[in-house]
């Protein structure tokens, strides 16, 4: 038989709880979070 595997990404899945963890504080702006989130992950600099 063939089973499914499951693959996880716990990247992913930890990048999905920052942005609805921001996402409770910060309401209303989420394209600012997404932008946020790519700035700070690419190394870049961030002022808020």
């Not at 716990?10 to 999905?16: C, F, I, R, T, V």
Request: net charge neutral.
């Amino acid at each position: 038989m063939n089973e499914a595997k499951t693959t996880t990404n716990p990247g992913g899945d930890a990048l999905h709880r920052l942005k609805a963890n921001l996402g409770s504080v910060i309401r209303g702006k989420d394209g600012a979070i997404d932008l946020l989130l790519v700035a700070l992950l690419a190394d870049g600099h961030v002022l808020v």
